[in-house]
């Protein structure tokens, strides 16, 4: 008998099953970061699909933060009535929903923001990015504050909880990784000084939200960089967050610049290929005592199965399947249990760099030539 559809619960938020909608940039918000009725539609299908869980949106802090045009914000008071259109909708239909917060760090985009990117350090010599320059101990300080800010945003917009972004290379991951960070003041040096912004982060977004609120973090396992964070540094910030009051672990890796390693891998085509963490969820259940989301290339309902059979995961976090299938986890409940449609391709991600917002581009192109 699969676990895969037992109800579980993260600090108090009940859910019907163990899997998560990984959050992701949808590319529909408007201009200024807004919800759109593009967006809440895209979520309810989720809802409907039977996702037991909705990390929604990869939304900036701080102006400053942007990476992605038409991404989510949660920078200002005035974006939170179209969110609180999009959690009742959820609501409505009895899903679950918790809104990922990021500030891109390096990452953000000039041309978006009108600013130059900041970071821990500054960094040259890696492609199609600006150095940006070497964020203040000041400006360290007013970022803490604004995720204290934005997560007071998230549950006034009633978010059924919040999961903070510190993977893939953004801001917060920056400066977990000494291939970004360079600094040699107390948010820089050796992993207790690197890790000193998450900490104070974390415990910012807890005395906003308080203690019966669902924050969770999503982290690298590895950055697959030459100097960047190992299995065995990431281990140590997972313990960490843990002492801080982390609920739960989504288990990640890589970031935009790691070559075949970037997170949305692609050529997914074999079980061997699927949960391309899972060896670091292995070590990492080994010595943290939250629930552990492992997201990755899972693809097949065998594979998710297994993961959490086997107590590598307690939950399984996709995306891109549910980008081509928002039904999946309905039809794979209701026995048709055939590997995702995805092929893991990442054309998905054109239309939403063109302005559309994310879609299946190949299951639109074989309806198109069907019809």
């Known amino acids: 008998m699969t676990k895969l559809f037992e109800g579980t619960n993260i600090n108090g938020m009940s859910l019907p099953n163990r899997f998560i909608r990984s959050a992701t940039w949808e590319g529909m ?3 200024d970061g807004e919800a759109t009725p593009q967006l809440i539609a895209a979520m309810e299908k989720l809802v409907e699909g039977g996702v037991g869980l909705i990390i929604s949106s990869f939304s900036y802090v701080r ?20 969110l609180i259109r999009m959690t009742e909708s959820v609501h409505k239909q009895g899903g679950k929903i918790v809104m990922q917060i990021v500030h891109g760090g390096l990452f953000a985009r000039s041309e978006l923001t009108g600013q130059i990117p900041i970071g821990p350090s500054q960094v040259q010599g890696w492609p199609n990015s600006p150095p940006g320059k070497e964020i203040s101990v000041g400006d360290i300080q007013d970022v803490i504050k604004t995720y204290g800010t934005a997560a007071r945003r998230v549950k006034e917009a009633g978010f059924d909880g919040i999961q903070i972004f510190a993977g893939h290379g953004f801001l917060l991951s920056q400066f977990l990784s000494p291939f970004f960070n360079k600094r040699s003041d107390a948010y820089g040096g050796n992993l207790e000084g690197r890790l000193t912004i998450l900490l104070e982060v974390v415990k910012r977004v807890r005395i906003e939200v308080g203690q019966g609120y669902p924050v969770l973090i999503k982290m690298n396992s590895e950055d697959f960089l030459e100097g960047g964070t190992t299995v065995d540094e990431s281990l140590r910030v997972g313990i960490m967050v843990c002492k801080e009051g982390i609920d739960a672990i989504e288990l990640s890796g890589g970031t ?5 390693n970037i997170p949305a891998r692609q050529q997914i085509t074999t079980h061997e290929k699927e949960a391309y963490f899972r060896e670091a969820a292995r070590v990492f259940k080994q010595k943290i005592d939250v629930p552990l989301i492992l997201v990755g290339g899972i693809r097949s309902f065998d594979v998710a199965d297994q993961l ?4 590598l995961a307690d939950y399984v976090s996709m995306c891109r399947p549910l980008i081509r299938e928002p039904g999946l986890i309905n039809r794979w409940k209701a026995g048709d249990l055939a590997k995702s449609a995805c092929i ?16 299946c581009v190949v299951e639109r192109k074989t309806k198109e030539k069907a019809n």
Do not use: H, M
């Open 29 to 31: 918000g408007t201009e």
């Open 63 to 82: 102006t400053d933060g942007q990476v992605s045009r038409r991404q989510l914000g949660i920078y200002k008071d005035e974006l939170i009535p179209a």
């Open 256 to 260: 935009w610049i790691s070559g075949n």
């Open 308 to 311: 959490v059979e086997e107590g």
């Open 344 to 359: 893991s391709c990442n054309q998905c991600f054109e239309p939403a760099r063109s302005g559309e917002g994310i879609y």
